[in-house]
């Protein structure tokens, strides 16, 4: 049985709907995005080790992910709006945190615990998932590509936002002044809000038998959600590196740290194109092929990264190669969620995907950081980087794009 969603108010029209939640995305993750820029001043004022300042964002990451499925089945079963509101204000709180934060701990409720929660309420995550309910099917791929394109473009608006603000205010005002802009994006949160038990369901059982439990059971029973699961945990392991770790890297390599700043401001460029192109073409090719693709090829730029001389020019070019393929595994993801359980449930579903991608983020900044303290490099990581690109290429191969429970119908050959 399909659960029908209903008509918006007249007044939320589509393009309205995107504007909105295209601000959310980006208001939310630039500033997460470019974190990685307080990394030189937060250590050397406070005097807190990489190690430590590591662990606060990788408990972030980690928080992130396993607050995600809960705030997407929140937002599931009540509603958007309040979910929505109640991330903005404890993103802003762990950002004021971490400015006064002058111990390891503070920073890590901060900087740690409270935005990784509150990020798990108002990001693209949530964004994505009210698009689903409040957006017709067939503008949904372009919808996620420009939901993941938003977030991209607002990593490319703070980098040199944020660098510049650093210089002229200082990181603890700067983190101050990202945290009274969070607050004035609540009343966005309006536009968001749809009702409950919004959307469909491929599973056949009406909306009131379907617990959270027995979704849970049908989706990790499904093969080829699991396999989705394991790949995304490779996307969070390069991006959580990267983000916090690439400006350390290019400074002990001899550049200035404003080429960090502009590494990740091209980042965020390229990937509103590779965003906005894997929504495009995902439901004119095989979207796990395009997920296979995409692995692969961040593989081949992680590598001719780190043989190459690292100068400004191949920073550069490693940050257009890596952008273009950064966040252009969002609409191919969260499609094939909705693809094979319907959206009545996108929120949790795509949540718990998204929570391997937050484990993956875990990962990789904590052995970064320890294994940096050990050897003073970074080599293992980016060579780790690569073996797990490869190996999530071969994991997306077997994946079956078709509603759960349906059986594949064979073809001629």
């Not at 965020?268 to 796990?288: D, Q, Y």
């Not at 257009?320 to 094939?336: E, K, N, Y």
Request: aromatic share 12%; hydrophobic share 55%; glycine share 12%.
């Amino acid at each position: 049985m399909k659960v029908t969603s209903g008509a918006a108010p007249s007044w939320r029209s589509p393009v309205l709907i995107l504007i909105c939640g295209c601000a959310l995305a980006a208001a939310t993750f630039g500033p997460r995005a470019v974190l990685g820029l307080f990394t030189t001043p937060y250590t050397v004022e406070r005097g807190f080790s990489l190690e430590m300042f590591s662990f606060a964002m990788a408990v972030q990451n980690l928080l992130w992910g396993m607050g995600q499925p809960f705030a997407g089945g929140l937002a599931d079963r009540f509603g958007t709006m309040r979910v929505l509101t109640a991330g903005l204000l404890a993103y802003a709180a762990g950002l004021a945190l971490m400015a006064y934060a002058t111990d390891p701990i503070t920073l890590s409720v901060g900087g740690g615990v409270l935005i990784g929660l509150g990020l798990s309420g108002c990001a693209f995550g949530l964004v994505l998932s009210a698009f689903s309910k409040l957006l017709p099917e067939s503008k949904r791929g372009l919808a996620f590509g420009l939901g993941t394109a938003a977030g991209s473009f607002g990593q490319f608006l703070f980098a040199p936002l944020t660098s510049m603000l650093i210089r002229d205010i200082g990181w603890h005002s700067t983190l101050l002044v990202f945290a009274v802009m969070l607050l004035f994006l609540i009343p966005l949160t309006v536009v968001l809000a749809t009702r409950p038990g919004e959307g469909s369901s491929t599973s056949g059982a009406r909306a009131e038998d379907e617990t959270f439990g027995r979704v849970l059971a049908r989706a990790f029973a499904h093969r080829s959600y699991v396999l989705l699961v394991a790949g995304f945990f490779v996307c969070g392991f390069h991006i959580a590196f990267i983000t916090i770790h690439l400006p350390k890297y290019l400074v002990e390599k001899g550049l200035d740290p404003a080429w960090g700043a502009w590494t990740l401001a091209l980042i965020g460029l390229f990937n509103i194109a590779g965003s906005l192109g894997s929504g495009i073409i995902m439901n004119r090719l095989p979207k796990r092929y395009l997920l296979a693709s995409i692995y692969f090829l961040r593989s081949i730029a992680i590598a001719l990264f780190v043989l190459l001389p690292v100068t400004p020019v191949t920073a550069l070019a490693f940050g257009a190669a890596i952008g273009f393929l950064w966040l252009s595994t969002v609409p191919p993801t969260s499609g094939l969620v909705a693809l094979m359980f319907g959206t009545r449930w996108m929120g949790m579903l795509y949540g718990f995907v998204f929570f391997s991608h937050q484990v993956g983020s875990f990962v990789g900044l904590v052995l970064a950081g320890w294994t940096h303290g050990l050897t003073g490099t970074y080599d293992l990581i980016w060579a780790l980087g690569i073996l797990l690109g490869i190996f999530a290429a071969i994991v997306h191969l077997p994946i079956r794009e078709q509603p759960a429970g349906t059986r594949a119908v064979p073809q001629p050959a």
